[in-house]
Protein backbone atom coordinates (compact mmCIF):
# COMPACT_ATOMS: atom_id res chain seq x y z
CA UNK A 1 0.00 0.00 0.00
CA UNK A 2 0.66 3.50 -0.75
CA UNK A 3 1.40 4.35 3.28
CA UNK A 4 3.51 1.22 4.00
CA UNK A 5 5.82 2.82 0.84
CA UNK A 6 6.07 6.38 2.61
CA UNK A 7 6.46 5.72 5.92
CA UNK A 8 9.55 7.86 6.92
CA UNK A 9 10.01 7.45 10.43
CA UNK A 10 8.46 5.35 13.25
CA UNK A 11 8.92 5.63 17.19
CA UNK A 12 9.53 1.99 19.10
CA UNK A 13 8.76 2.59 23.17
CA UNK A 14 10.47 0.18 25.08
CA UNK A 15 14.49 -0.75 24.92
CA UNK A 16 13.62 -4.63 25.66
CA UNK A 17 14.45 -7.07 23.94
CA UNK A 18 11.83 -6.81 21.95
CA UNK A 19 12.37 -3.46 21.32
CA UNK A 20 15.41 -3.51 20.68
CA UNK A 21 14.67 -6.34 17.68
CA UNK A 22 12.01 -4.22 16.34
CA UNK A 23 14.25 -1.15 16.31
CA UNK A 24 16.68 -3.06 14.92
CA UNK A 25 14.82 -4.17 11.53
CA UNK A 26 13.24 -0.89 10.89
CA UNK A 27 16.79 0.91 10.79
CA UNK A 28 18.22 -1.70 8.55
CA UNK A 29 15.19 -1.01 6.18
CA UNK A 30 15.86 2.44 5.89
CA UNK A 31 13.45 3.64 8.34
CA UNK A 32 14.63 6.32 11.05
CA UNK A 33 14.00 5.16 14.28
CA UNK A 34 12.96 7.15 17.15
CA UNK A 35 14.04 4.55 20.26
CA UNK A 36 12.66 6.01 23.31
CA UNK A 37 12.08 4.01 26.92
CA UNK A 38 10.71 5.24 30.38
CA UNK A 39 14.48 5.14 32.17
CA UNK A 40 16.51 7.19 29.24
CA UNK A 41 19.87 5.58 30.22
CA UNK A 42 18.23 2.29 28.62
CA UNK A 43 17.99 4.12 25.43
CA UNK A 44 21.77 4.89 25.52
CA UNK A 45 22.34 1.39 26.13
CA UNK A 46 20.06 0.08 23.70
CA UNK A 47 20.77 2.54 20.80
CA UNK A 48 24.66 0.92 21.67
CA UNK A 49 23.59 -2.31 21.42
CA UNK A 50 22.48 -2.42 18.53
CA UNK A 51 24.78 -0.46 16.89
CA UNK A 52 27.35 -3.56 17.86
CA UNK A 53 24.88 -5.60 16.02
CA UNK A 54 24.66 -3.65 12.94
CA UNK A 55 28.79 -4.16 13.31
CA UNK A 56 28.39 -7.79 13.49
CA UNK A 57 26.13 -8.30 10.22
CA UNK A 58 28.74 -6.46 8.54
CA UNK A 59 31.51 -8.81 9.99
CA UNK A 60 30.18 -11.34 8.43
CA UNK A 61 29.20 -10.10 5.54
CA UNK A 62 25.51 -10.17 5.83
CA UNK A 63 25.49 -6.36 5.02
CA UNK A 64 28.22 -3.72 4.06
CA UNK A 65 30.21 -1.24 6.47
CA UNK A 66 28.38 1.75 4.76
CA UNK A 67 25.06 -0.15 5.03
CA UNK A 68 25.88 -0.98 8.85
CA UNK A 69 26.96 2.42 8.67
CA UNK A 70 23.62 4.25 7.89
CA UNK A 71 21.11 2.18 9.91
CA UNK A 72 23.13 3.70 12.97
CA UNK A 73 23.04 6.70 11.98
CA UNK A 74 18.59 6.26 11.61
CA UNK A 75 18.65 4.99 15.38
CA UNK A 76 17.18 8.32 17.25
CA UNK A 77 17.47 8.00 21.02
CA UNK A 78 14.61 10.53 22.54
CA UNK A 79 14.54 11.34 25.98
CA UNK A 80 10.98 10.35 26.86
CA UNK A 81 8.49 8.34 25.00
CA UNK A 82 5.99 11.09 25.28
CA UNK A 83 8.38 13.39 23.54
CA UNK A 84 6.41 15.28 20.38
CA UNK A 85 6.90 13.56 17.02
CA UNK A 86 5.79 13.63 13.81
CA UNK A 87 6.71 9.88 13.12
CA UNK A 88 4.31 7.87 10.70
CA UNK A 89 3.94 4.86 13.19
CA UNK A 90 4.59 4.29 16.74
CA UNK A 91 5.32 0.92 18.10
CA UNK A 92 5.04 0.10 21.84
CA UNK A 93 6.67 -3.09 23.26
CA UNK A 94 6.75 -2.49 26.78
CA UNK A 95 5.74 -4.60 29.63
CA UNK A 96 2.58 -6.97 29.07
CA UNK A 97 0.26 -5.20 31.65
CA UNK A 98 -2.82 -3.65 30.18
CA UNK A 99 -3.30 -0.70 32.20
CA UNK A 100 0.37 0.28 31.52
CA UNK A 101 -0.27 0.27 28.04
CA UNK A 102 -4.17 1.61 28.33
CA UNK A 103 -2.30 5.09 29.95
CA UNK A 104 0.84 5.14 27.24
CA UNK A 105 -1.50 5.16 24.66
CA UNK A 106 -3.88 7.58 25.87
CA UNK A 107 -0.91 9.75 26.49
CA UNK A 108 0.45 9.42 22.84
CA UNK A 109 -2.48 10.14 21.21
CA UNK A 110 -1.99 13.78 22.79
CA UNK A 111 1.18 14.25 21.13
CA UNK A 112 1.66 12.14 17.90
CA UNK A 113 -0.82 13.79 14.62
CA UNK A 114 -3.89 12.48 14.20
CA UNK A 115 -2.06 10.74 11.26
CA UNK A 116 -0.22 8.33 13.31
CA UNK A 117 -0.95 4.80 13.61
CA UNK A 118 -0.28 3.24 16.64
CA UNK A 119 0.73 -0.72 16.81
CA UNK A 120 1.44 -2.63 19.75
CA UNK A 121 3.56 -5.52 20.08
CA UNK A 122 1.27 -7.16 22.66
CA UNK A 123 1.53 -11.26 22.79
CA UNK A 124 -1.61 -12.03 24.92
CA UNK A 125 -3.38 -8.68 25.78
CA UNK A 126 -6.64 -8.00 23.46
CA UNK A 127 -5.87 -5.28 21.00
CA UNK A 128 -9.48 -4.28 21.02
CA UNK A 129 -9.23 -3.72 25.29
CA UNK A 130 -5.70 -1.73 24.78
CA UNK A 131 -7.57 0.48 22.45
CA UNK A 132 -10.58 1.47 24.56
CA UNK A 133 -8.28 4.53 26.37
CA UNK A 134 -8.16 5.91 22.69
CA UNK A 135 -10.59 8.80 21.75
CA UNK A 136 -10.27 7.71 18.38
CA UNK A 137 -9.57 4.02 18.72
CA UNK A 138 -9.79 3.03 14.86
CA UNK A 139 -5.86 4.48 15.05
CA UNK A 140 -4.57 1.41 16.92
CA UNK A 141 -3.84 -2.54 15.64
CA UNK A 142 -1.75 -5.37 16.99
CA UNK A 143 1.81 -5.84 15.60
CA UNK A 144 2.89 -8.84 17.17
CA UNK A 145 6.82 -9.32 16.25
CA UNK A 146 8.43 -12.85 18.02
CA UNK A 147 11.89 -13.28 19.50
CA UNK A 148 14.25 -12.63 18.67
CA UNK A 149 13.09 -10.28 16.18
CA UNK A 150 16.23 -9.85 13.55
CA UNK A 151 15.78 -14.27 13.26
CA UNK A 152 11.79 -14.44 13.43
CA UNK A 153 11.06 -13.39 10.49
CA UNK A 154 6.69 -13.91 11.38
CA UNK A 155 4.80 -11.08 12.63
CA UNK A 156 0.90 -11.13 13.41
CA UNK A 157 -1.34 -8.08 12.35
CA UNK A 158 -4.23 -7.60 14.36
CA UNK A 159 -6.84 -5.38 13.48
CA UNK A 160 -9.10 -4.44 17.03
CA UNK A 161 -12.82 -4.36 16.68
CA UNK A 162 -13.16 -0.63 16.04
CA UNK A 163 -9.44 -0.43 13.70
CA UNK A 164 -9.60 1.60 10.61
CA UNK A 165 -10.64 -0.84 7.75
CA UNK A 166 -7.11 0.67 5.68
CA UNK A 167 -4.35 -0.04 8.44
CA UNK A 168 -4.13 -3.72 8.53
CA UNK A 169 -3.43 -4.19 4.97
CA UNK A 170 -1.00 -1.06 5.07
CA UNK A 171 0.66 -2.93 7.93
CA UNK A 172 0.74 -6.38 5.96
CA UNK A 173 2.68 -4.10 3.58
CA UNK A 174 5.22 -2.17 6.15
CA UNK A 175 6.16 -5.85 7.46
CA UNK A 176 7.10 -7.32 3.98
CA UNK A 177 9.11 -3.42 3.45
CA UNK A 178 10.94 -4.67 6.74
CA UNK A 179 11.76 -8.10 4.75
CA UNK A 180 9.35 -9.94 7.07
CA UNK A 181 6.72 -12.42 6.77
CA UNK A 182 3.14 -10.80 7.78
CA UNK A 183 0.24 -12.94 8.80
CA UNK A 184 -3.43 -11.66 9.42
CA UNK A 185 -4.54 -12.51 13.20
CA UNK A 186 -8.23 -11.87 14.43
CA UNK A 187 -8.52 -10.25 17.37
CA UNK A 188 -8.65 -13.27 20.67
CA UNK A 189 -7.21 -15.51 23.02
CA UNK A 190 -3.62 -16.12 21.97
CA UNK A 191 -3.82 -14.56 18.25
CA UNK A 192 -3.10 -17.02 15.78
CA UNK A 193 0.01 -18.48 16.70
CA UNK A 194 0.03 -18.73 20.75
CA UNK A 195 -3.82 -20.34 20.00
CA UNK A 196 -2.08 -23.26 17.85
CA UNK A 197 0.77 -23.58 20.02
CA UNK A 198 -0.96 -25.00 22.57
CA UNK A 199 -1.88 -28.50 20.69
CA UNK A 200 1.94 -29.21 21.16
CA UNK A 201 2.17 -28.09 24.91
CA UNK A 202 -1.20 -28.92 26.74
CA UNK A 203 -1.38 -32.83 25.21
CA UNK A 204 2.34 -33.27 26.27
CA UNK A 205 1.82 -32.30 30.11
CA UNK A 206 -1.86 -34.29 29.76
CA UNK A 207 0.58 -37.47 28.48
CA UNK A 208 3.27 -36.80 31.49
CA UNK A 209 0.29 -36.19 33.74
CA UNK A 210 -1.17 -40.10 32.84
CA UNK A 211 2.33 -41.34 33.05
CA UNK A 212 2.58 -42.69 29.67
CA UNK A 213 6.08 -41.49 29.02
CA UNK A 214 8.95 -38.84 31.12
CA UNK A 215 9.57 -35.23 29.87
CA UNK A 216 12.72 -36.69 28.37
CA UNK A 217 10.87 -39.34 26.32
CA UNK A 218 8.17 -37.13 24.92
CA UNK A 219 10.92 -34.88 23.62
CA UNK A 220 12.94 -37.40 22.16
CA UNK A 221 10.05 -38.64 20.26
CA UNK A 222 8.54 -35.17 19.68
CA UNK A 223 11.94 -34.77 17.83
CA UNK A 224 12.92 -37.58 16.37
CA UNK A 225 9.33 -39.13 15.33
CA UNK A 226 8.32 -36.14 14.74
CA UNK A 227 10.63 -33.84 13.44
CA UNK A 228 10.51 -30.94 15.61
CA UNK A 229 13.26 -28.76 16.61
CA UNK A 230 12.59 -28.81 20.17
CA UNK A 231 10.31 -31.35 22.30
CA UNK A 232 7.51 -29.15 24.30
CA UNK A 233 9.49 -29.65 27.58
CA UNK A 234 12.43 -27.92 25.98
CA UNK A 235 10.15 -25.81 24.80
CA UNK A 236 8.53 -24.80 28.20
CA UNK A 237 12.18 -24.49 29.89
CA UNK A 238 13.91 -22.07 27.16
CA UNK A 239 10.36 -19.97 27.34
CA UNK A 240 10.16 -19.62 31.18
CA UNK A 241 7.20 -21.18 32.88
CA UNK A 242 6.52 -17.80 34.50
CA UNK A 243 5.44 -17.05 30.69
CA UNK A 244 3.95 -19.72 29.57
CA UNK A 245 2.06 -21.06 32.15
CA UNK A 246 0.08 -17.84 32.23
CA UNK A 247 -0.35 -17.79 28.80
CA UNK A 248 -1.95 -21.44 28.89
CA UNK A 249 -4.29 -20.34 31.47
CA UNK A 250 -5.25 -16.87 29.54
CA UNK A 251 -5.86 -18.17 26.08
CA UNK A 252 -8.11 -21.29 28.17
CA UNK A 253 -10.24 -18.52 30.18
CA UNK A 254 -10.71 -16.15 27.35
CA UNK A 255 -12.41 -19.31 25.38
CA UNK A 256 -14.73 -19.79 29.01
CA UNK A 257 -12.54 -22.98 29.40
CA UNK A 258 -12.72 -25.07 26.26
CA UNK A 259 -11.64 -28.63 27.14
CA UNK A 260 -9.24 -28.86 24.05
CA UNK A 261 -7.07 -25.61 25.83
CA UNK A 262 -7.28 -26.88 29.31
CA UNK A 263 -3.97 -26.22 31.57
CA UNK A 264 -1.90 -28.79 33.52
CA UNK A 265 -1.84 -28.35 37.38
CA UNK A 266 1.54 -29.51 36.45
CA UNK A 267 3.10 -26.55 35.55
CA UNK A 268 1.02 -24.35 38.27
CA UNK A 269 2.91 -26.10 40.74
CA UNK A 270 6.10 -25.92 38.88
CA UNK A 271 5.82 -22.17 38.53
CA UNK A 272 5.17 -21.69 42.66
CA UNK A 273 7.97 -23.75 43.36
CA UNK A 274 10.22 -21.36 41.08
CA UNK A 275 11.06 -24.00 38.13
CA UNK A 276 10.84 -22.19 35.34
CA UNK A 277 13.43 -23.29 33.12
CA UNK A 278 16.92 -22.08 31.74
CA UNK A 279 15.96 -18.94 33.11
CA UNK A 280 16.47 -20.25 36.80
CA UNK A 281 18.88 -23.13 36.27
CA UNK A 282 15.68 -25.55 37.12
CA UNK A 283 13.02 -26.45 34.80
CA UNK A 284 11.69 -29.86 33.82
CA UNK A 285 15.34 -30.65 33.55
CA UNK A 286 18.40 -28.79 35.13
CA UNK A 287 21.48 -26.83 33.51
CA UNK A 288 24.68 -26.08 34.55
CA UNK A 289 26.30 -23.09 32.38
CA UNK A 290 23.41 -23.06 30.32
CA UNK A 291 23.99 -26.45 29.49
CA UNK A 292 21.09 -28.90 29.65
CA UNK A 293 21.37 -31.85 31.65
CA UNK A 294 19.71 -35.28 31.06
CA UNK A 295 20.38 -38.52 31.55
CA UNK A 296 21.73 -41.30 29.09
CA UNK A 297 18.73 -43.34 27.52
CA UNK A 298 18.46 -46.67 28.38
CA UNK A 299 20.36 -49.77 27.15
CA UNK A 300 17.74 -52.59 25.72
CA UNK A 301 17.96 -55.97 27.71
CA UNK A 302 19.79 -58.65 25.83
CA UNK A 303 16.39 -60.95 25.89
CA UNK A 304 15.91 -64.30 24.94
CA UNK A 305 15.38 -64.78 21.46
CA UNK A 306 11.96 -65.04 20.37
CA UNK A 307 10.21 -64.95 16.96
CA UNK A 308 8.14 -61.73 16.21
CA UNK A 309 5.14 -61.49 14.68
CA UNK A 310 3.23 -58.37 13.86
CA UNK A 311 0.32 -57.04 11.98
CA UNK A 312 2.43 -54.69 9.90
CA UNK A 313 4.40 -56.50 6.82
CA UNK A 314 6.54 -52.89 6.76
CA UNK A 315 7.82 -53.23 10.90
CA UNK A 316 8.49 -57.27 9.92
CA UNK A 317 10.63 -56.27 6.99
CA UNK A 318 13.27 -53.97 9.15
CA UNK A 319 13.16 -56.58 12.01
CA UNK A 320 14.24 -59.30 9.33
CA UNK A 321 16.70 -56.94 7.71
CA UNK A 322 18.47 -56.65 11.12
CA UNK A 323 18.37 -60.66 11.64
CA UNK A 324 15.54 -60.85 13.81
CA UNK A 325 13.39 -64.23 13.21
CA UNK A 326 10.45 -62.94 12.19
CA UNK A 327 6.97 -65.07 11.13
CA UNK A 328 4.47 -63.68 8.17
CA UNK A 329 1.97 -66.56 9.34
CA UNK A 330 -1.63 -65.37 9.72
CA UNK A 331 -1.45 -65.75 13.26
CA UNK A 332 1.15 -66.02 15.48
CA UNK A 333 2.92 -69.00 17.16
CA UNK A 334 2.57 -70.18 20.67
CA UNK A 335 6.27 -68.62 21.58
CA UNK A 336 6.36 -65.54 19.49
CA UNK A 337 6.46 -61.94 20.68
CA UNK A 338 3.33 -60.16 19.04
CA UNK A 339 3.82 -56.30 17.96
CA UNK A 340 0.43 -54.66 17.09
CA UNK A 341 0.42 -51.37 15.35
CA UNK A 342 -2.75 -49.39 16.58
CA UNK A 343 -4.07 -45.91 15.13
CA UNK A 344 -5.64 -44.31 17.69
CA UNK A 345 -6.68 -47.29 20.31
CA UNK A 346 -4.22 -48.89 22.74
CA UNK A 347 -1.96 -52.23 21.77
CA UNK A 348 -4.21 -53.99 25.15
CA UNK A 349 -7.59 -52.93 22.60
CA UNK A 350 -6.23 -53.81 19.68
CA UNK A 351 -5.02 -57.07 21.18
CA UNK A 352 -7.99 -57.91 22.27
CA UNK A 353 -10.18 -56.61 19.21
CA UNK A 354 -7.67 -58.85 17.01
CA UNK A 355 -7.99 -62.13 19.44
CA UNK A 356 -4.90 -61.76 20.26
CA UNK A 357 -2.70 -63.32 22.71
CA UNK A 358 -3.02 -60.01 25.26
CA UNK A 359 0.50 -61.31 27.86
CA UNK A 360 2.67 -61.13 24.97
CA UNK A 361 1.24 -58.38 23.05
CA UNK A 362 3.37 -54.92 22.78
CA UNK A 363 2.17 -51.74 21.34
CA UNK A 364 4.75 -50.00 17.85
CA UNK A 365 3.45 -46.71 17.17
CA UNK A 366 2.98 -46.88 13.40
CA UNK A 367 4.68 -43.27 13.14
CA UNK A 368 7.79 -44.57 14.32
CA UNK A 369 10.66 -43.16 12.14
CA UNK A 370 13.88 -44.68 10.94
CA UNK A 371 15.51 -42.73 13.97
CA UNK A 372 13.23 -44.33 16.71
CA UNK A 373 10.57 -46.60 17.49
CA UNK A 374 7.96 -46.29 20.24
CA UNK A 375 7.37 -49.34 22.09
CA UNK A 376 4.23 -49.39 24.28
CA UNK A 377 3.44 -51.99 27.28
CA UNK A 378 0.42 -52.44 28.89
CA UNK A 379 0.12 -53.98 32.65
CA UNK A 380 -0.85 -57.44 31.76
CA UNK A 381 2.10 -57.96 29.27
CA UNK A 382 4.24 -60.83 30.06
CA UNK A 383 7.86 -59.12 31.45
CA UNK A 384 10.07 -61.36 29.45
CA UNK A 385 8.20 -61.41 26.04
CA UNK A 386 8.26 -57.39 26.94
CA UNK A 387 12.27 -57.44 26.74
CA UNK A 388 12.38 -59.32 23.95
CA UNK A 389 10.21 -57.27 21.89
CA UNK A 390 12.27 -54.21 23.02
CA UNK A 391 15.59 -56.18 22.45
CA UNK A 392 13.92 -57.32 18.64
CA UNK A 393 13.47 -53.26 17.67
CA UNK A 394 17.00 -52.32 19.42
CA UNK A 395 18.58 -54.69 16.61
CA UNK A 396 17.77 -52.63 13.63
CA UNK A 397 19.83 -49.91 15.45
CA UNK A 398 17.00 -47.34 16.02
CA UNK A 399 16.52 -45.88 19.35
CA UNK A 400 13.26 -47.14 21.02
CA UNK A 401 11.21 -45.71 23.92
CA UNK A 402 9.61 -48.03 26.04
CA UNK A 403 6.25 -45.69 27.31
CA UNK A 404 3.05 -47.27 29.18
CA UNK A 405 0.32 -48.35 26.87
CA UNK A 406 -2.51 -46.19 25.96
CA UNK A 407 -4.40 -44.74 23.19
CA UNK A 408 -2.28 -43.04 20.41
CA UNK A 409 0.58 -43.71 22.62
CA UNK A 410 2.58 -40.20 22.45
CA UNK A 411 3.92 -39.26 18.99
CA UNK A 412 -0.07 -39.85 17.35
CA UNK A 413 -1.51 -38.03 20.43
CA UNK A 414 0.33 -34.73 20.27
CA UNK A 415 0.31 -34.80 16.39
CA UNK A 416 -3.63 -34.93 15.93
CA UNK A 417 -3.80 -32.29 18.60
CA UNK A 418 -1.20 -30.38 17.29
CA UNK A 419 -3.89 -30.64 13.60
CA UNK A 420 -7.04 -30.42 15.51
CA UNK A 421 -6.14 -27.12 17.40
CA UNK A 422 -5.46 -25.89 13.49
CA UNK A 423 -8.53 -27.04 12.16
CA UNK A 424 -10.68 -25.30 14.86
CA UNK A 425 -9.07 -21.96 14.26
CA UNK A 426 -9.88 -22.36 10.37
CA UNK A 427 -13.43 -23.51 11.81
CA UNK A 428 -13.43 -20.37 13.39
CA UNK A 429 -12.28 -18.02 10.59
CA UNK A 430 -9.86 -16.89 13.22
CA UNK A 431 -7.53 -16.87 9.86
CA UNK A 432 -6.93 -18.53 6.60
CA UNK A 433 -5.72 -21.45 6.26
CA UNK A 434 -2.35 -20.71 4.14
CA UNK A 435 -1.40 -18.13 7.05
CA UNK A 436 -2.08 -20.81 9.85
CA UNK A 437 0.58 -22.82 8.57
CA UNK A 438 2.66 -20.25 7.11
CA UNK A 439 2.28 -18.82 11.15
CA UNK A 440 3.09 -22.34 12.55
CA UNK A 441 5.66 -23.29 10.27
CA UNK A 442 7.44 -20.35 11.33
CA UNK A 443 7.20 -19.04 14.76
CA UNK A 444 6.59 -22.44 16.31
CA UNK A 445 9.77 -24.41 13.76
CA UNK A 446 7.04 -27.03 13.01
CA UNK A 447 8.49 -29.26 9.96
CA UNK A 448 5.46 -28.12 8.41
CA UNK A 449 2.13 -26.70 8.47
CA UNK A 450 -0.16 -27.93 10.94
CA UNK A 451 -3.05 -28.41 8.12
CA UNK A 452 -0.28 -29.84 5.84
CA UNK A 453 0.91 -31.93 7.76
CA UNK A 454 -2.40 -33.15 8.18
CA UNK A 455 -3.02 -33.60 5.03
CA UNK A 456 0.01 -35.47 4.78
CA UNK A 457 -0.83 -38.07 7.08
CA UNK A 458 -3.89 -38.21 6.35
CA UNK A 459 -7.70 -36.48 7.60
CA UNK A 460 -9.27 -39.64 7.61
CA UNK A 461 -6.44 -41.22 10.00
CA UNK A 462 -6.42 -38.33 11.98
CA UNK A 463 -9.50 -38.19 12.55
CA UNK A 464 -9.55 -41.64 13.45
CA UNK A 465 -7.08 -41.29 16.14
CA UNK A 466 -9.58 -38.32 17.74
CA UNK A 467 -12.33 -40.58 18.04
CA UNK A 468 -10.33 -43.65 19.45
CA UNK A 469 -9.12 -40.93 22.10
CA UNK A 470 -12.28 -39.61 22.96
CA UNK A 471 -13.60 -42.39 23.08
CA UNK A 472 -11.27 -44.28 25.38
CA UNK A 473 -11.47 -41.53 27.78
CA UNK A 474 -14.39 -39.60 27.49
CA UNK A 475 -12.52 -36.29 27.45
CA UNK A 476 -13.93 -33.61 25.13
CA UNK A 477 -10.17 -32.22 24.25
CA UNK A 478 -9.89 -34.76 22.05
CA UNK A 479 -13.48 -33.99 20.38
CA UNK A 480 -12.76 -33.33 16.67
CA UNK A 481 -12.73 -30.28 14.67
CA UNK A 482 -15.76 -29.46 12.13
CA UNK A 483 -13.38 -28.22 9.72
CA UNK A 484 -11.75 -32.03 9.85
CA UNK A 485 -14.78 -34.19 9.92
CA UNK A 486 -16.07 -31.90 6.97
CA UNK A 487 -13.17 -32.12 5.13
CA UNK A 488 -12.40 -36.09 5.99
CA UNK A 489 -15.99 -37.21 5.11
CA UNK A 490 -15.72 -34.87 1.74
CA UNK A 491 -12.64 -35.90 0.41
CA UNK A 492 -11.61 -31.85 0.75
CA UNK A 493 -8.03 -31.13 1.77
CA UNK A 494 -7.51 -29.28 5.07
CA UNK A 495 -5.82 -26.52 3.34
CA UNK A 496 -9.19 -26.30 1.45
CA UNK A 497 -11.40 -23.50 2.37
CA UNK A 498 -14.34 -25.28 0.07
CA UNK A 499 -17.56 -23.69 -1.25
CA UNK A 500 -19.06 -21.30 1.57
CA UNK A 501 -22.36 -19.44 1.07
CA UNK A 502 -19.97 -15.57 0.19
CA UNK A 503 -19.20 -17.80 -3.10
CA UNK A 504 -22.48 -17.57 -3.79
CA UNK A 505 -22.53 -13.58 -3.60
CA UNK A 506 -19.96 -12.91 -5.77
Aim: glycine fraction near 8%.
Amino acid sequence: MQWAEQVNAVRVIGTGVMGRGIAQIAAAAGLTVELADARTEAVTTAVAEIGRMFDKLAGKGRMTAEQAAAARDRLRPVDSPLAPTECDLVVEAVREDLATKRELFAELEKICPPSTVFATNTSSLQVTSIATALGDPSRLAGLHFFNPVPLMRLVEVIPGARTAEWIPDALLALVRRLGHTPVRATDTPGFLVNHAGRGLVTEALQILSEGVASTSDVDRICRDVLGLRMGPFELMDLTGLDVTHPAMESIWTGYYGDPRLRPSPITRTRLEAGLLGRKTGEGFYSYADGVKQEAPEPQAPEAVSRPVWSDSADLLDALAAAGVEVERSPEPSDDAVVLVTPHGHSAATAARSAGLPVARVCGVDPLSTEARWTLSVHPACDVEFARSAWAALAATGRAVTVVRDSPGMVAQRILAAIVNTSCFIAEQRLAEPADIDTAVRIALGYPRGPLEWGQQVGPRRVLSILRALHSATGDPRYRPSRWLVERAELGLELTATGTTPQDLLT
